[in-house]
């Protein structure tokens, strides 16, 4: 089973700052990465797909990198409506298909 | 638009089946396969299985023995059922589908449906 690692927990930024987040791989997984959005009471919905692909919809300022077992999604410019729990998935290798624990963004 | 609706009891007893229904609105259920994800209260996301419109399942090794999933294309439905459930088990679980092709993740969600199991 390929294990997801995601850092910070919890990172707090203050609005309009630009926020880091990161996903790693206990084994590479090409760029098959996945990053959802949950707000709080609200199912995840999918923001990036192919570790690098805006799903359709989402905000310019939202954006992924990386490749293998590093993997980043970085707000550039975070917005109010931002702040929420952010989920990176791999689909390289399964069964299972398999999620990191989440990075918390906050208010700062 | 393709909307996601999951149906069934909110609370099971324990050691007993927990049975889910999840109805696909505004499109077909067919070429496309189907997962269920379920998410602790105040935790992460576990995927549990898919199922593809013809039959075919995959699961999660960990569920494996335990879960079972049907498909309704009549209905435009999915099912699951869980069984000899813990308190483990108490999540909100989610009805997604699969985008398609050799890309196995979530492009569209259901609202959720909280299942306790109860002793």
């Known amino acids: 089973e390929i294990v997801m690692t995601q850092s910070p927990a919890t990172l707090s930024v203050s609005p309009g700052e630009r926020a880091t987040l990161s996903c790693r791989a206990s084994?590479?997984?090409?760029?098959?990465l996945a990053w959802y959005q949950q707000k709080p009471g609200q199912a995840p919905t999918l923001l990036i797909s192919g570790a690098a692909t805006r799903a359709t919809g989402v905000p310019a300022r939202f954006s992924g990198s990386g490749s293998g077992t590093e993997f980043t999604l970085t707000i550039s410019s975070l917005q109010s409506e931002d702040f929420a729990i952010y989920y990176c998935q791999q689909y390289y290798n399964w069964p299972p298909l398999t999620f990191g624990g989440g990075t918390k963004v906050e208010f700062k | 638009q393709v909307q996601l609706q999951e149906s069934g009891p909110g609370l099971v007893k324990s050691s007993e089946t927990l049975s889910l229904t999840c109805t696909v609105s505004?499109?077909?259920?067919?070429?496309?396969?189907w997962s269920w994800i379920r998410q602790p209260p105040g935790k992460g996301l576990e995927w549990i299985g898919f199922i593809y419109y013809r039959g075919n399942t995959n699961d999660n090794p960990s569920l494996r023995s335990r879960v079972t999933m049907s498909v309704d294309t009549s209905k435009n439905q999915f099912s699951l059922k869980l069984s000899s459930v813990t308190a483990a088990d108490t999540a909100v679980y989610y009805c997604?589908?699969?985008?398609?092709?050799?890309?196995?993740?979530?492009?569209?969600w259901g609202r959720g449906t909280l299942v306790t199991v109860s002793s």
């Open positions: 084994q590479s997984v090409s760029y098959n």
């Open positions: 997604a589908r699969v985008k398609g092709g050799s890309f196995w993740y979530f492009d569209l």
């Open positions: 505004g499109g077909s259920i067919s070429d496309y396969y």
